[in-house]
């Protein structure tokens, strides 16, 4: 009988088409993450950055209708039932999925958090008119473009960063029909019964969680977005855990994982800053006057970060939101 952590493994196979987004130290782009000109305060005045719960965030439907329409598809996919030896071994792994998926609910799914960014041309210096008007605070924010090729690929960090997928709902109830064949195939093939049947179920619900987190509506296309994204089981030393927080803003008090640009385990322990990262910083068209410029110029330096003033500019498209 294969203990828990080994029968997981053999899931393994079901990342092949994640792998190729998760594809980031490869490429290493310019990522921007648009704001509110408080958050770009907060983020320098704390030399922090600020990660988001999904379920409190825009995406909270395209998470919730992975996870949820994932699962009911693997509950009542024929291809995994009839895949067990049994009806014991079916009912088994059903109940083990209801498990995993309750686990996310009352211990994983409060403290997991992502950050959203931009996939950036090196040659834009004034933004998109679509992030500055969805995000950006209607131009009157900022965006700050990291650059992370310092930075070298840490696997053990509890930190994933990769592209997010565009699907309709119909290509994601086709992902989750295929994912339930592929599963099935595994059973099969490797005669899972008994104990082995709940590193199985808590794998495939693992695997759905991360097509949950990096999928989104195809209508957002344009956004170019990647995303990095905490999730508490992979922190297994609680190497991060001392960094969740909370802010008390409009929507009153909410979760955050306030992360600091020095070194820590998310990083690998390597000698990052704010000013190694930061690539540039864009002023949205609404607020990007010369007088802004030198405005958010001193802020910087009053902050002491005058090593990134020279990096602040102004979006010169011609958009006003009034």
Sequence with gaps: MRDF??????????YADLNENLAYFNQKPLLAHYTTAFV?????????????????????????????????AFLNSPEIRHAFQNSEDAEAFEKELLAA?????????????????????????DGLLSMWRGYGDSGK?????????TLLNTPESPLIVAKVEYASVEDRRAWFARAAEKFANIVSREQLAGEEIGGAAWALFARLRLFSLFTKHSGFLEEKE?????????????????YLSYHNGPRGIEPKLKLPFAPNAAFGNQDISLNSLVHSIILGPTASTPLAVRSVQRMLNKLGHSDLSAKVIGSQIPYRSY
């Excluded at 952590?5 to 079901?14: A, I, N, P």
């Excluded at 983020?43 to 922090?48: A, D, G, L, P, R």
């Excluded at 988001?52 to 949820?68: K, S, T, Y």
């Design 5 to 14: 952590q080994t029968t997981w493994r053999l899931v393994d196979e079901m």
């Design 40 to 72: 770009l305060e907060q983020m320098v005045k704390n030399n922090e950055i600020w990660f988001g719960n999904p379920l409190l965030m825009n995406d909270v439907e395209e998470v919730r209708f992975g996870i949820n329409e994932g699962t009911r």
């Design 101 to 125: 998926h309750a686990n996310f609910d009352e211990n994983h799914a409060f403290d997991t958090y992502i950050l959203c960014f931009c996939e950036h041309d090196r040659a834009n210096e």
């Design 141 to 149: 924010g900022a965006a700050v473009i990291f650059d992370g090729r």
């Design 226 to 242: 990647w995303r990095l994204a905490y999730m508490p089981e992979r922190d297994v030393g609680k190497n991060l855990t001392e």
